[in-house]
């Protein structure tokens, strides 16, 4: 999927969120970006998705990502979300929606991108371009239509 980036952020000053955020701008193709946030030791992988990009595979696969599997439940309730106060870096501020996971990216107070699940972003990618190749528009049926109508039949070839 896309270009494969790690990123280190340490401090809302660093700059690197603007970098990947520049390239995947520039390109308009998602960006898979490993976040080491200070303090934690786990790494956060995430899609940094531009905006135009999450418009056009949501518009091709209008149904929503699946819920998580049953054993994600039980640790959801575990776990009260944290509050999602808005992060500045540099130009960029990030807001974490509380359900779903999704991060946005402003610039300007302009959402440029979006940080999904490594996974949602596949299911939406590959979803949006499954629905996409079995729609034809209504000038490209009629058309399609016509040209089968002027075929031979089995029978006369």
């Given at each position: 999927m896309g270009i494969q980036i790690d990123v280190v952020v340490g401090y809302p000053i660093n700059d690197e969120v603007e970098r990947v955020l520049g390239l995947a701008e520039a390109v308009g193709e998602p960006v898979t970006v490993t976040f080491m946030w200070e303090g934690r030791e786990e790494a956060e992988r995430a899609v940094l998705v531009p905006a135009a990009t999450l418009a056009l595979w949501e518009h091709w696969?209008?149904?929503?990502?699946?819920?998580?599997?049953?054993?994600?439940?039980n640790r959801a309730v575990a776990e009260e979300p944290e509050l999602a106060h808005p992060v500045e870096f540099g130009a960029f501020t990030l807001f974490r929606r509380r359900i779903g996971g999704r991060t946005a990216v402003a610039r300007k107070g302009v959402v440029v991108a979006e940080l999904l699940d490594p996974d949602e972003a596949h299911w939406l990618q590959e979803r949006?371009?499954?629905?996409?190749?079995?729609?034809?528009?209504?000038?490209?049926?009629?058309?399609?239509e016509e040209f089968l109508a002027r075929q031979a039949s089995l029978d006369e070839q």
């Open positions: 696969a209008p149904t929503a990502y699946p819920a998580s599997g049953a054993g994600e439940e949006a371009r499954t629905v996409r190749q079995g729609f034809m528009d209504p000038k490209q049926k009629a058309a399609f």
